[in-house]
């Protein structure tokens, strides 16, 4: 997980079905990751504007995230490799 509550977006475009749920160029905060018997649950709220989103995994939400903050998630894989090596 790279994302934590507090972290900070705004969805300038709709690109995809997701998007839709959030107003456009209004500034989004995560408040709440928990877990649902479909998957993970992130709330976002903007403006009084609250929006769930359910996905499949934490990797797929910070993958939401950074598309919208244009930032690359690090390859936390290859690190944790890396360093557990012996």
Known sequence: MHYIVGTNFIVKRHANIWDSKFKLNIPYNLINISTVQEGIKYLFIG???????IFESTRQADGFIASHKKEQIPDYDSFYQRNTAL
């Open 47 to 53: 403006q009084g504007d609250h929006v769930e989103m």
